[in-house]
């Protein structure tokens, strides 16, 4: 394998026959082996870990919600059409149509990440692995592929590549991805069927995955977050929901976000291993219980008056938290920076479902709206503690 | 121990080949070096030809903006070779050392009955005067003016770096002497930093005339720049003087006996060092004069003057620097690992993220090699820089003012109160494999020039 890479590799290289091809095939030749690169300057010797090495570990821990999302996308079929499925036959159907969400991403994706890199001459960056691993779990099921197609174009184009890539951009390309989707495809996206496996095409084509069955009588769609926006508790409860049930992740709504295990098993692993900043994670949870909180005091409506904790497990609070807030890039850089933009991603979540009746997912927008700020929190709080410095060396 | 600063932030870099306290031998080099590239920003004049003779101490460099500085030759015997790189750069004076060595004699001086202005003339005369480093940018020391303060580190926590009390065992009188000669220099007096470990065992501890502080914590805490940040920041304006134990010793011998002795005891050490120890030598001296300590069969061998994060790679060719007295001897990584990234456990790697699972061997030591583990990248992970530098700065800020050329904020993000050195650790840990140290150099090389 070394060899016939040695061998073809002269022609990839400066003037060589596929010279023009030089940043693909150093991406696969650097996806297959760690380069044999020595140091040259400053410090001899480096530490073993590298980009790859943490994108990857953010992949390992997104898999619990990735395998939890193909499970529970089956099972939702099967409670919507009441098909009497049993457990592999659920995993089989959600592995179907989850699939295709990856491929698309990643097709996409990487072609637009390739692509780019050889016009700029750089080495491909694997940031597009943990972006390409997210956004099939952050979208509905049913989402049409060509959208998704679209939105994931938008997303690494706009969102990324025209601020140069990977390290310099300013929103969570993942996220912007979702954000491009309801926006621009309002009548696809929203409603209370798309969340649901094969029910738009059961009701545009009348047939789903399995003919002959009809839609169960019982069956709304409505992700739990509609029915807690609406009724509060007693509307989680009157739709048949449960605490442990949006703890567990047995419901309705985007493929990888529902449950709240499987998500806490990848905070796990990013707070280990120090790929994400739990003071993030800690603030966020701090600032939506603190709003929350604060509804419950004042009271009004059903929803005001739910209990804050459980903001935490309703929607994409969880998912949000833990993969999207804490993006390195384009969260908060300094450690005090991170303490005030996870407070106000959790508290601005809170506010928006709360007080905005139109649109009941406030995770999105309050993650893509202090992406926008993070630069202004981490000036305020460098020209504070300079400030502070200054002064104590006056005193001294 | 009342003011001990601790600091909790760092890293002392797991490498294998710690230099045992015994002395293999002493090195009667052949060739010697007096490398300018040993200063930053030196611009060189030479003060020989090839065929000259030399003493130990005879002036072979002058500085061409304050010629009153000099640098001398450590041996005597005749000047060999002028070494030229691009643009007929300098690069090496080199000196085929005489079977026996005699010493330029400056004169053995009491240092209590001499002035500032005698002590200042007899360093710059006898070639010692380079052993100040200043700060800010870490510079030849300036002879015009009065510093704000000297300091010193008593310890060294870089990664395999000699061990002062075994080193300095025989120097404490000479380095006694030097404490009191440079406290003339400065109205700030002579700060010496010793590690908490052994504060009570070290003999530097019984030093007087001098003000000492406390320090506990991992590698960078022996950095003098690190010290300083937290004795006294160096304000714009300001300027302090450092200097080493080693050149204390250089400087001590200056006055007690009157010669310009640099010989030095240096550790060998580093994964490729065999039975890794000391050895006596002396400043330039070759690395050939230490190849017998690579293991058999290692063909790729990269011979490192310092330690490994800040040192040079001089080559088997190469001689040592002016203010080194350690050799690391480490492999050249210049070899593929197929799918080394993903591979879950890679055991015989160490990580200082936890994506690796070396946390769970905390003693073990690694045999580490040159590889790069990666390909640069853009700034990702802005947090794992502030885990290794126990210094109130914010390392992306400055790397960053850095290579934007923005001296502004290169000021404002504390550049005066930094060198490569603070941040290597920063570069060692980077997972964009960003070259830190160089682009810091870099910065400070415009704020010179800026700002002169």
Redesign the interface.
């Known amino acids: 394998m070394r060899k016939f890479i040695d061998k073809i590799k002269p022609s990839f290289e400066k003037g060589g026959k596929f010279g023009f091809l030089h940043s693909t095939f150093d991406a696969f030749e650097s996806f297959l082996y760690v380069p044999n690169t020595v140091t040259l300057k400053g410090s001899h010797v480096r530490d073993s870990v590298d980009l790859k090495r943490i994108m990857i570990t953010v992949v390992v821990a997104l898999v619990p919600c990735a395998l939890f999302g193909i499970w529970n996308v089956g099972y939702q079929h099967n409670i919507a059409f009441d098909l009497g499925w049993g457990f592999w036959q659920m995993v089989w159907y959600g592995f179907l149509r989850v699939l295709p969400l990856y491929v698309v991403a990643y097709v996409v994706g990487l072609a637009i990440e390739f692509i780019s890199a050889q016009i700029r001459g750089h080495e491909v960056n694997e940031g597009f692995l943990v972006s390409g691993m997210l956004i099939p779990l952050i979208v509905p099921v049913d989402v049409p592929l060509w959208m998704l197609a679209i939105a994931v174009a938008f997303a690494v184009i706009i969102g990324k590549e025209v601020f140069g890539g990977t390290g310099m951009n300013i929103w969570n390309p993942a996220l912007l991805c979702r954000a491009f989707l309801f926006f621009s495809y309002p009548s696809k996206m929203s409603g209370d069927t798309i969340w649901t496996g094969g029910v738009t095409r059961y009701l545009t084509d009348g047939t789903a995955f399995q003919s002959g069955n009809g839609l169960a009588d019982a069956f709304s769609g409505a992700t739990p977050l509609v029915h807690a926006g609406a009724g509060g508790v007693q509307g989680l409860a009157d739709a048949g929901t449960s605490f442990m049930d949006l703890f567990i992740g047995t419901i309705p709504g985007a493929v990888g976000e529902t449950s709240v295990i499987a998500i806490l098993i990848g905070a796990v692993i990013l707070i280990w291993t120090g790929v994400a900043s739990w003071k993030i994670m800690l603030s966020s949870v701090i600032g939506a219980l603190a709003i929350g909180g604060l509804c419950n005091a004042i009271g009004g409506t059903p929803a005001m008056e739910m209990p804050a904790y459980y903001h935490l497990v309703l929607g994409g609070f969880a998912f949000g938290t833990v993969f999207m807030a804490t993006d390195p890039v384009t969260s908060a850089q300094t450690e005090t920076g991170k303490w005030i933009y996870g407070f106000l991603v959790g508290a601005l979540t809170v506010t928006v479902r709360l007080f905005n009746p139109g649109y009941v997912e406030g995770m999105m927008l309050a993650i893509l709206l202090m992406n926008t700020f993070a630069p202004l929190i981490d000036h305020y709080v460098i020209e504070a503690s300079l400030g502070r410095r200054a002064k104590k060396v006056k005193v001294a | 121990m009342s003011n001990n600063i601790d600091l909790k932030r760092g890293l002392d870099?797991p490498?294998s080949g710690t230099a045992v306290q015994k002395t293999r031998k002493v090195i009667k080099p052949d060739v010697v070096a007096v490398k300018p590239t040993d200063f930053r920003g030196l611009m060189p004049r030479l003060l020989v030809r090839e065929g000259d003779k030399v003493m130990a101490g005879s002036p072979v460099l002058a500085d061409k903006k304050s010629p009153e500085i000099l640098f001398a030759s450590p041996v005597s015997g005749t000047v060999a070779e002028i070494v030229r790189g691009e643009k007929r750069k300098l690069l090496e004076v080199r000196i085929k050392a005489d079977e026996t060595q005699e010493y330029v004699d400056f004169g053995a001086r009491k240092v209590s009955g001499l002035s500032a202005d005698e002590i200042k003339d007899a360093l710059l005369k006898s070639g010692l005067w380079p052993a100040f480093i200043q700060r800010p940018y870490g510079i030849i020391a300036n002879p015009e003016i009065r510093p704000k303060a000297i300091f010193v580190s008593a310890f060294s926590t870089a990664?395999l770096a000699a061990c002062a009390e075994y080193v300095f065992k025989d120097e404490m009188e000479n380095i006694q002497t030097a404490v009191n000669a440079i406290a003339k220099l400065t109205d700030g007096g002579v700060h010496v930093s010793l590690n908490s470990e052994n504060y009570s065992g070290t003999p530097f501890h019984k030093l007087e005339n001098v003000t000492f502080h406390v320090f506990s914590g991992k590698h960078p805490a022996g950095n003098v720049g690190v010290q300083i940040h937290h004795i006294?920041?160096i304000?714009k304006g300001e300027t302090v003087w450092t200097v080493s134990p080693l050149m204390l010793a250089a400087i001590g011998k200056l006055f007690n006996t009157g010669k310009y002795d640099l010989s030095r005891l240096v550790a060998v050490s580093g994964p490729e060092a065999n039975d890794p120890c000391y050895v006596q030598g002396i400043a330039g001296m070759p690395m050939e004069s230490i190849a017998d300590f690579c293991k058999d069969g290692k063909s790729s061998v990269?011979f490192?003057s310092g330690d490994?994060?800040?040192?040079k790679?001089v080559g088997e060719q190469g001689f040592l620097g002016f203010h080194d007295n350690q050799v690391?001897l480490?492999e050249?990584?210049?070899?593929?690992?197929?799918?080394?990234?993903?591979k879950p456990f890679?055991t015989s790697?160490?990580?200082?993220?936890?994506?690796?699972f070396s946390w769970l061997t905390p003693g073990k030591k690694y045999d580490?090699?040159?590889?790069?583990?990666?390909?640069?990248?853009?700034?990702?992970?802005?947090?794992?820089y502030?885990k290794v530098l126990p210094m109130?700065i914010?390392p992306?800020?400055l790397i960053k003012a850095c290579l934007a050329g923005d001296i502004d904020k290169m000021e404002?993000f504390g550049i005066y109160e930094v060198l490569?050195e603070d941040l290597?650790l920063c570069?060692?840990?980077?997972?964009?494999?960003i070259?830190?140290?160089?682009i810091l150099s870099d910065g400070i090389d415009l704020m010179m020039k800026e700002m002169a």
Request: aromatic fraction near 12%.
């Open positions: 870099i490498i990664p006294s920041p304000l990269r490192i490994v994060l800040t040192g790679n690391t480490i050249e990584g210049n070899h593929y690992e197929m799918l080394g990234w993903a890679r790697l160490f990580s200082f993220s936890h994506t690796y580490m090699d040159t590889n790069l583990h990666g390909g640069p990248r853009a700034f990702v992970m802005s947090d794992v502030g109130d914010y992306v800020y404002k490569e290597a570069e060692y840990v980077c997972p964009s494999k070259e830190i140290q160089s």
